[in-house]
């Protein structure tokens, strides 16, 4: 080992002698053996090696562009996967469009909201002759459920179930006096 300065290292790695002090900051350069004295053999080894791993970073194409495209390439075809798969899942059911889940969502509430304010036309009529309260509560709760339930999904059958479970509470209930319910007229739909 015969120790070298620095300009000989720069004209051996074929790089300026400023480039060889950037080089000596960089992790796991050889240390001076002396004063402005290198080994040139390590540091010979050691520039290899930087330079293949600098090479393996930046990706087959030998640049920091060419890392960066594949990357970006990557990027796009995970992206396309992505996308593939979620329509996939779309046709299986599995997803709904946002579109179509609004509007959906929009035309129940809209029903909703026609068939509660239309509830004091329909009911009032029918209840302006009954004098028991718990009658009107019942018929204006069945008339609420059944907006409620279309609005829920549940259908027409949702409301019967609906009914028949009202008309057994309402049996074994008690007006707001205390005295049982269960003898009170049940009203229609």
């Keep these: 080992m015969t120790p070298v300065d620095v300009g000989t290292v720069s004209r051996v790695l074929n790089v300026s002698v400023q480039r060889v002090g950037q080089l000596a900051r960089e992790s796991g350069f050889p240390e001076k053996i002396g004063r402005n004295e290198y080994d040139l053999n390590k540091i010979t080894l050691w520039y290899i090696r930087h330079l293949q791993a600098e090479l393996k970073r930046r990706g087959p ?8 495209m594949t990357a970006e390439k990557l990027k796009l075809v995970a992206a396309q996967a992505e996308k593939v798969q979620t329509e996939n899942r779309v046709r299986r059911g599995e997803l709904l469009e946002l579109e179509a889940v609004r509007d959906g969502v929009t035309k129940m509430l809209a029903n909703c909201r026609q068939r509660l304010r239309a509830i004091p036309s329909t009911e009032g009529p029918q209840l302006t002759n009954k004098s028991d309260p718990a009658y009107i509560v019942d018929r204006l709760k069945i008339a609420i459920d059944q907006a409620l339930i279309e609005l829920s999904g549940g259908g027409y059958e949702g409301v019967q179930d609906l009914v028949a ?25």
């Design 165 to 189: 479970d009202d008309e057994e509470g309402a049996s074994a209930a008690a007006d707001v006096h205390g005295e049982p319910m269960g003898g009170r007229e049940t009203p229609a739909i």
């Design 61 to 68: 194409a030998g640049t920091a562009d060419g890392a960066s």
